[in-house]
Nanobody, 121 residues
Framework: EVRLVESGGGSVQAGGSLILSCRAS????????MAWYRQSPENRCELVSTIRKNGRTDFADSVQGRFAISRDNDKNTAYLQMNGLKPEDTGMYYC???????????????WGQGTQVSVSS
């Protein structure tokens, strides 16, 4: 059974930090690109960051310089380090596994269930 399980969400004040984790199982983690998406309270869906299987990373302009993405293939886990959080970063964060083309994920094979991030001003 394929699973992507996110954790690490929570409530923080503006300027704070969180580290999200996405633990994968049921497929060969190192063979897929990984991504983090978020859905705002207004239901706007945004691609936040991607990390390819070769380690290349990309970020949305809205988080560039504040967020970092990484992966540990030995632990089958992807991470999203979020610093300098802003209220507009509030949303449900989902990890995804698939194939990137350019900086976006052209094909999503698997989704996680999401973890909530709330940033207060």
């Amino acid at each position: 059974e394929v699973r992507l399980v996110e954790s690490g969400g929570g409530s923080v004040q503006a300027g704070g930090s969180l580290i999200l984790s996405c633990r994968a199982s049921g497929f060969i983690f190192g063979e897929l690109d990984m991504a983090w998406y978020r859905q705002s309270p207004e239901n706007r869906c945004e691609l936040v960051s991607t990390i390819r299987k070769n380690g290349r990373t990309d970020f949305a302009d809205s988080v560039q310089g504040r967020f970092a993405i990484s992966r540990d293939n030995d632990k089958n886990t992807a991470y999203l380090q979020m610093n300098g959080l802003k209220p507009e970063d509030t949303g449900m964060y989902y990890c995804a596994a698939g194939v990137c083309q350019g900086w976006k994920m052209s094909k999503v094979d698997y989704w996680g269930q999401g973890t909530q991030v709330s940033v207060s001003s």
